[in-house]
């Protein structure tokens, strides 16, 4: 009936957000270039058989470049948010130190208006 019902407690902060389509999830690659990690993601929409997808809205994601050991960022600074393009793409080059060079790494992309998240470890 177009009616939504929310429960929440006064005077505690709630965000909301409605997209006019269904997330079914976010995909995510990765590949070491020399001195870079290169991380590309899609956001995918949940379309019904013979639907026309829904014009994207803007997402933005978290990018996490996590140590495959530990399973943790290892350099704060090689975690950031990235607005996704208007079809739901991103893409990102993340600087790698020497030391950080020989590390095996993990990539978290988490969308920050779902919370569904794609996740690769390199090998």
Same mark, same amino acid.
């Given at each position: 009936?177009?009616?939504?019902? !929310? +429960?929440?407690? #006064?005077?505690? /902060? *709630? !965000?909301?957000?409605?997209?006019?389509?269904?997330?079914? =999830?976010v995909t995510v690659?990765?590949?070491?270039?020399? =001195?870079? $990690? %290169?991380?590309?993601?899609?956001?995918?929409? +949940?379309?019904?058989? &013979?639907?026309? /997808?829904?014009?994207?809205?803007?997402?933005?994601?978290?990018?996490?470049?996590? @140590?495959?050991?530990? &399973?943790? #960022? /290892?350099?704060?600074?090689?975690?950031? *948010?990235?607005?996704c393009d208007a @079809? &739901?793409?991103?893409?990102? @080059?993340?600087?790698?130190?020497?030391? +950080?060079? *020989? !590390?095996?790494? =993990?990539?978290?992309?988490? +969308? $920050?208006?779902? &919370? $569904? %998240?794609?996740?690769?470890?390199?090998?």
């Amino acid at each position: 009936n177009g009616e939504l019902n !929310i +429960d929440t407690v #006064p005077a505690e /902060a *709630n !965000i909301f957000a409605f997209l006019p389509y269904a997330v079914k =999830g976010v995909t995510v690659e990765s590949t070491r270039v020399k =001195g870079f $990690m %290169k991380v590309k993601w899609q956001i995918e929409q +949940d379309t019904p058989a &013979g639907a026309e /997808a829904a014009p994207y809205v803007q997402h933005v994601v978290r990018v996490d470049l996590l @140590s495959c050991l530990t &399973g943790t #960022p /290892a350099v704060p600074d090689n975690c950031r *948010n990235v607005a996704c393009d208007a @079809s &739901g793409k991103g893409e990102i @080059s993340i600087p790698l130190s020497l030391a +950080d060079e *020989n !590390i095996l790494w =993990g990539v978290n992309v988490t +969308d $920050m208006v779902t &919370g $569904m %998240k794609g996740k690769v470890e390199q090998k």
